[in-house]
């Protein structure tokens, strides 16, 4: 398993060691683990597997329970509306906790108000993809093939403001490519018609396309992440391709709705590093395709303000906005 400790030092966020802290408080009923997408994507496993070892840890099951769409505003809202009382949480990603607030103009809440964050809990890179109809084999052959053809390529993602959207887009800025998007319901719908050739490039979480490059169904053309990736270690990272600026990792965190005391976070806090000081835990997170990283409540706050500031940027240069 690599460490992210580089990675994450650099968005102000401090890893804990698998050290319990101390806990002044426990949950009375159930707790609530609301992932605000449908089953089955990298988010919603880390949230089960996190949560089946939480469970015992404070001594009440955490249910995960998933409430998607309007890219994990509805999710979020509902731990926003909760009660401020450890028995409700939020695996926040990416897209709704720093990008959202950005692109939606109406959007029912301040993320960085209205939650407060209790650790971090996972990171996942992303990779970029092209299918294998489209003769090039770099990802500097790709930027040469796209600037031929201004405003002729398309690039897909599995909806306005999530990770894989602007992750692309950040590398689309940086390579100075003139490319479409084409949102998805999904990573899935995209990379089949990636597959397909009716898209043209994708960034996509490695989980969701390493079986796809490993039949060769795709030919990926950089991974990311700052440095290459163990799921696929042949494939050279954004920066070895030529655009170290583009880095990118999605992540996932958890996060209690505004105004829970302090001695409900710290409790919440030691469940989530027990949990992923695991190794069970961590096993299944890496066939996941991410990888378990823990944090103090402060050490996450800093990291998501460094965070909203990158993504509010691309948001803003790339022009990304939702009705």
Same mark, same amino acid.
């Given at each position: 398993m690599r460490s992210r400790r580089s990675l994450l030092a650099a968005g102000g966020l401090t890893l804990l060691p698998g050290v319990a802290l101390a806990q002044s408080w426990e949950p009375s009923r159930p707790i609530r683990f609301v992932v605000p997408f449908v089953a089955g994507g990298s988010t919603d496993v880390a949230a089960r597997v996190i949560a089946e070892r !939480? @469970?015992? %840890?404070?001594?009440?099951? *955490?249910?995960?329970?998933? $409430?998607?769409g309007s890219g994990g505003n509805i999710g979020g809202e509902m731990v926003v509306r909760a009660a401020p009382d450890g028995h409700t949480i939020l695996m926040g990603v990416t897209g709704l906790l720093t990008t959202n607030p950005h692109i939606y103009r109406a959007m029912p809440f301040d993320p960085a108000k209205d939650l407060a964050p209790v650790s971090m809990a996972y990171t996942s890179d992303l990779v970029i993809v092209v299918p294998n109809s489209l003769p090039v084999r770099t990802l500097q052959e790709f930027v040469s093939y796209a600037k031929a053809r201004p405003g002729q390529l398309s690039f897909g993602s599995s909806g306005h403001g999530a990770s894989t959207h602007t992750a692309a887009e950040l590398f689309r800025?940086?390579? =100075? *490519?003139? !490319?479409?998007?084409?949102?998805?319901? =999904? +990573? @899935?719908?995209?990379?089949?018609?990636? !597959?397909?050739g009716t898209i043209q490039m994708m960034a996509i979480q490695i989980a969701g396309a390493v079986g796809q490059i490993r039949d060769g169904q795709v030919k990926a053309l950089a991974a990311t992440g700052p440095r290459r990736h163990p799921l696929i270690?042949?494939?050279?990272? %954004?920066g070895e391709a030529g655009f170290p600026g583009a880095v990118a990792t999605s992540w996932g965190c958890v996060m209690a709705p505004g @105004? #829970?005391?302090?001695p409900v976070i710290a409790g919440l806090n030691r469940a989530v590093v027990e949990a992923l000081a695991t190794p069970a835990v961590q096993l299944r997170l890496s066939g996941a395709g991410v990888d378990g990283e823990a +944090? #103090?409540?402060? /050490?996450? /706050?800093?990291?998501?303000? #460094?965070? $909203?500031?990158?993504? @509010?940027?691309? *948001? $803003?240069?790339?022009?990304?906005?939702?009705?």
């Amino acid at each position: 398993m690599r460490s992210r400790r580089s990675l994450l030092a650099a968005g102000g966020l401090t890893l804990l060691p698998g050290v319990a802290l101390a806990q002044s408080w426990e949950p009375s009923r159930p707790i609530r683990f609301v992932v605000p997408f449908v089953a089955g994507g990298s988010t919603d496993v880390a949230a089960r597997v996190i949560a089946e070892r !939480m @469970g015992p %840890i404070l001594g009440q099951p *955490v249910v995960v329970e998933n $409430r998607g769409g309007s890219g994990g505003n509805i999710g979020g809202e509902m731990v926003v509306r909760a009660a401020p009382d450890g028995h409700t949480i939020l695996m926040g990603v990416t897209g709704l906790l720093t990008t959202n607030p950005h692109i939606y103009r109406a959007m029912p809440f301040d993320p960085a108000k209205d939650l407060a964050p209790v650790s971090m809990a996972y990171t996942s890179d992303l990779v970029i993809v092209v299918p294998n109809s489209l003769p090039v084999r770099t990802l500097q052959e790709f930027v040469s093939y796209a600037k031929a053809r201004p405003g002729q390529l398309s690039f897909g993602s599995s909806g306005h403001g999530a990770s894989t959207h602007t992750a692309a887009e950040l590398f689309r800025l940086q390579a =100075g *490519v003139d !490319m479409q998007h084409v949102p998805y319901r =999904g +990573s @899935g719908a995209a990379i089949n018609d990636l !597959m397909a050739g009716t898209i043209q490039m994708m960034a996509i979480q490695i989980a969701g396309a390493v079986g796809q490059i490993r039949d060769g169904q795709v030919k990926a053309l950089a991974a990311t992440g700052p440095r290459r990736h163990p799921l696929i270690p042949d494939v050279p990272s %954004i920066g070895e391709a030529g655009f170290p600026g583009a880095v990118a990792t999605s992540w996932g965190c958890v996060m209690a709705p505004g @105004g #829970t005391p302090a001695p409900v976070i710290a409790g919440l806090n030691r469940a989530v590093v027990e949990a992923l000081a695991t190794p069970a835990v961590q096993l299944r997170l890496s066939g996941a395709g991410v990888d378990g990283e823990a +944090s #103090t409540p402060e /050490a996450l /706050a800093a990291f998501l303000e #460094t965070e $909203r500031e990158k993504w @509010g940027r691309v *948001v $803003r240069e790339a022009r990304i906005s939702v009705e």
